[in-house]
């Protein structure tokens, strides 16, 4: 935890029975581990198709291992009703949804449907929060882009998967809240970064971390004056818990992510500093950086608005871009050994 939480928020949490799928991935694990120090009961959810065991192994929760898309009642136990379930289920790096765009699209669309319409009838009184993405918005032609903004995305193209099947996802939630009154909260989670990411999912920190320690090139796709906004996963999580606690942020949908932003060539040059600073070397100077081609529809800028954080939730993140970086870089570092 980055910061301690306010005292209702353990309160409202001790002894609720939560259900997070995808609780084996990357936040999906960060947010369990935080949810049993809140004193939950936690169960996962996961299929391990971009979520690791080793991720949990040192945790207490229950794991099932399940596809969310299939129907709750073949992997969830007759007796069992959640209090609260974290809908966190599916691969989240543009290799890896392309890979799996079945399971990608399925997962953000019919888990959903599954799940809720499993709420609807077994517990609808629970609280459900659907992990949406930045990628709603597409490559913005709104900046920075704040939760009213609905987006500019390519129907048809190679991230549709993913960018697509979560604004299905977010409709099958509004659809849930308006129409069947049920307590549904949608995060929009912007690039976030920390220990446990997978250092082979392809994305730009893991790739450039992983470029940095091994003493390789940065390979910086495109120009590099595209841009990111990077989040550390300690200041998200403690906003997905606050996002779901709050009686107020019921039927909100809220963007969550930091609003530093960078160009991609200014990340090879953070990672390039923190990572010789972890090393104890002086830094590559310039950074070596070899270009490759710009992926098809790599969003050009991408930064949160995240006023409605800060007044629906009273939440801001507090970890910089730097202070992050040297965590995840040291976290790597004695896991290589
Ligand atoms: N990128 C890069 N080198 C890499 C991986 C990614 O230059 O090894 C770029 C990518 O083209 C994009 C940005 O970094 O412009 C962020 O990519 P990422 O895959 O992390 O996630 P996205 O925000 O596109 O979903």
Redesign the pocket.
């Known amino acids: 935890m980055s910061r301690p939480l306010p005292s209702d928020v353990s309160q409202f949490y001790a002894q609720k029975k939560v259900l997070v799928t995808g609780g084996a991935g990357f936040i999906g694990s960060h947010l369990t581990e935080l949810l049993l120090q809140l004193g939950a009961e936690v169960t996962v959810v996961d299929n391990f198709l971009t979520g690791a065991r080793q991720n949990i192994a040192h945790l207490t929760a229950e794991v099932i291992e399940a596809d969310a898309s299939q129907p709750v009642e073949t992997y969830l136990p007759a007796q069992y009703t959640p209090d609260l379930v974290f809908h966190f289920a599916s691969p989240?790096?543009?290799?890896k949804y392309q890979a799996h765009p079945v399971e990608t699209y399925l997962v953000n669309s019919m888990a959903t449907h599954q799940l809720l319409q499993y709420l609807k009838s077994k517990a609808p009184k629970a609280r459900f929060l659907f992990a949406s993405t930045?990628?709603v918005y597409g490559d913005p032609q709104v900046h920075p882009q704040p939760e009213s903004y609905w987006g500019n995305v390519n129907p048809n193209g190679v991230?549709s998967c993913y960018d697509e099947a979560k604004r299905l996802g977010e409709t099958i939630c509004g659809v849930h809240s308006r129409d069947f009154q049920m307590d549904v909260r949608i995060v929009r989670i912007f690039?976030t970064y920390g220990p446990r990411m997978d250092l082979e999912d392809?994305?730009?920190?893991p790739?450039?971390i992983k470029?940095a320690l091994a003493g390789q090139p940065?390979?910086?796709?495109?120009d590099?004056t595209?841009t990111?906004s990077y989040c550390y996963v300690d200041d998200l999580v403690d906003g997905i818990i606050l996002l779901m606690q709050k009686d107020s942020a019921k039927g909100q949908t809220v963007n969550l992510g930091n609003p530093g932003e960078f160009t991609?060539l200014q990340?090879?040059e953070v990672v390039n500093r923190v990572s010789a600073e972890v090393k104890g070397v002086e830094p590559p100077s310039p950074p070596p950086i070899e270009f490759?081609p710009?992926?098809q529809d790599?969003?050009l800028r991408?930064r949160p608005d995240i006023q409605k954080a800060k007044e629906v939730l009273g939440w801001e993140p507090v970890i910089s871009f730097e202070e992050g970086l040297k965590k995840t870089i040291t976290f790597f570092q004695s896991r290589q050994g």
Not at 202 to 205: D, E, H, Q, T
Not at 218 to 222: E, N, P, S, W
């Open positions: 989240a790096s543009p290799p930045s990628e991230r690039n392809g994305r730009v920190i790739d450039f470029q940065f390979q910086v796709y495109g590099g595209q990111r991609v990340t090879a490759r710009l992926p790599d969003p991408r």
